[in-house]
Nanobody, 126 residues
C-alpha cells in the first residue's frame, strides 16, 4: 500500500521547463519528507531537492538552486518539482523518495530513504 509514483518527465529543449509530480499513497506527506534524486548514465545518483511539510522547509542542491522549485499539495498527497531553465546536464532519470528523517532529508543519504518511486526520464536537448 506504500507507494510513490513519479510522472511528468519527457523531452525538452535547453532553456525549457518541466514539472515533475510525485504522488504518494499509503502514507501522508506530514509523516515523511520527500526528496528528489537523479541519476545520469555513468554517474552516481545525486540529491536534487527535498521538502518537509511538517517542518515547512525546503532544500536545493547548488546545481539547481534558482532554477528548480519544490512544493507540496498535502490535500492531493503530491510533491512537485518545477524545473525551469533546463540544461543538457539536467538529463537523468529522476526519482522521488520518502524519509522519516525530516531534519536530515537534505543530507541525501539514500539508505535513510524508506520508499522510492520507479523514476521518470528527463531529457534536455541542446
Amino acid at each position: 500500500q506504500l507507494q510513490l509514483v513519479e510522472s511528468g518527465g519527457g523531452l525538452v529543449q535547453s532553456g525549457g521547463s518541466l514539472r515533475l509530480s510525485c504522488a504518494a499513497s499509503g502514507f501522508t506527506l506530514d509523516a515523511y519528507a520527500i526528496g528528489w534524486f537523479r541519476q545520469a548514465p555513468g554517474k552516481e545518483r545525486e540529491g536534487v531537492s527535498c521538502i518537509s511539510s511538517r517542518l515547512g522547509t525546503t532544500d536545493y542542491a547548488d546545481s539547481v538552486k534558482g532554477r528548480f522549485t519544490i512544493s507540496s499539495d498535502n490535500a492531493k498527497n503530491t510533491v512537485y518539482l518545477q524545473m525551469n531553465s533546463l540544461k543538457p546536464e539536467d538529463t537523468a532519470v529522476y526519482y522521488c523518495a520518502a524519509t522519516s528523517g525530516h531534519f536530515y532529508c537534505s543530507n541525501y543519504v539514500m539508505y535513510e530513504y524508506d520508499y522510492w518511486g520507479q523514476g521518470t526520464q528527463v531529457t534536455v536537448s541542446s
